[in-house]
């Protein structure tokens, strides 16, 4: 682990604990790179103010189409970003390496697992989020959520290797477990993860197999609520619903998980039996409320100011998914394009003070409003919902919209054309991305 401001685990002596002298560049930290954290990190690049950005993996990754590697459509590689590379152009920014255990508040420094830290002069949290099993923290071994490399390669691997047993299974019963995937959650995430196992069934791997059909592979999609895609138009829902029916997808709405073990899922008095079991059905503030002594709010979220200040602490701020910020009577949605507005509105508004106010503190800024581009979720082959303001589009513009905005979104020209590329041979041919079991 190397940069400017690391210091190894030895204590600070007394004198030595004030975070920038007098007359230096003002010391930003920012903790996690996500889309706040790297967002902010790109708008304090090239600014007057020294930048650290802390974060325990060394990429940057696009959350939104890891459901795509999880069904064997794209690679890792695709849709992650080294964060040295990222931000290397910006000769104030630097990168560690390294997972953060606390806040020092009283002498502005960050713990960090190592036994080292790092001090600040003013500290940016934008720890992301994880998923939320609602006190059933023990489901998560046998449902796990699409939130990591990790997880997706494990889930991918599981799908593929389901179809492969299936295909050397004689016990028609095994047969018809080994070819059920149950995808608990009716919200974006859920629905483009069922949408694409069912397309990876119907499609991709139709002609692969010689003893079994996978076109009779089973998805059902489990939803608590009465309605699909709670956030959208109700127009919107119900395509959503007739989308994944004409895929095969079996929804059972207002159904309650009420246990899930090893290969089996309890929900609405029924057993379900599955090879593949994904959780998608809600999400919480990773840690960061805890380091700055605030109670958090039932997601773990830390409630801001406007200016997206934490309570009560002085020159700490909040992005992303760990905040909680109302705008016109709601709470901010935990949207990429939330926490990409959020770090580049904090870090424009902190380039512009000079290193005396950002070390005096405390800071006064402008409040930030959040502006929607718009709320999309793809359901399949040409089938994808959108949404902003009073207009909403569904079906095949949607569905372009859906393809053109996640392209834009990627870090790294290399990545857009990589993807697009692959979409494009994909919807001509419907062969698959990465179908490898490791």
Known sequence: MKAADYVASSPLPDEDRTPSPVGAAAHVVIVGAGFGGLACAKALGGGPHRVTVIDRRNYHLFVPLLYQVATAALSPADIAAPIRRVLARYRNVDTVLGEVLGVDRVVRRVRLKDGGHLPYDVLILATGSMYNYFGQ????EFAPGVKTIDNARAIR?????????????????????????VVIGGGPTGVEMAGAVAELARFTLAKDFHRIDSKTARVILIEAA????????ETLSQYALEALGKLGVEVRL????????????????????????VWGAGIRAAAGADWLGIAPDRLGRIAVASD????GQDRVYVLGDLARLEQDGEVLPALAQV???QGLHLGHALKRLDAAALKAGPLTLAPFRYASRG????????????????WSLKRGLAWVLWGLIHIYLLIGFDRRLSVAMQWMWRYLTTEGGARLID
């Open 375 to 390: 709320d999309t979720a793809v359901i399949g082959r040409s089938s994808a919902v959108f949404v902003i303001g009073r």
């Open 308 to 311: 997206l200040s934490a309570p």
């Open 226 to 233: 009465p309605k699909l895609l709670t956030a959208f138009p």
């Open 339 to 341: 926490a990409s507005q």
């Open 137 to 140: 923290d023990a489901w998560a």
């Open 157 to 181: 691997a599981r799908l593929l290797r389901a179809f492969e047993a299936a295909e050397i299974e004689a016990d028609p019963e095994r047969r018809r477990r080994l070819l059920t995937t």
């Open 254 to 277: 207002n159904t309650k998980v009420e246990n899930i073990e090893a290969g089996v899922v309890v929900a609405g008095g029924e057993r379900i039996e599955a090879e593949a079991i």
